[in-house]
């Protein structure tokens, strides 16, 4: 996963792209896991919300060269 992309002739590293990704994910995530109440059983908040971050954006990071997407 190597390059940049070019939106509107401006270059984006593929890793801005997949970290924006990544981030409304985990906010999905998060949201979820808050309307279930789990956040009660862990600790430290702000340190699961990271990892789960970082989980999610190395998740796409080695999914998307798999599935064949050119970023």
Known sequence: MTGE???GGIYVPTLLL?????LLLA???TRLIGALGLYRFLAYRAAVDLSIFI???GGLALLVPTLGIRL
């Open 18 to 22: 997949l970290a924006l990704v990544a």
């Open 5 to 7: 992309i070019a939106l």
């Open 55 to 57: 989980l999610i954006l």
């Open 27 to 29: 906010w999905v995530v």
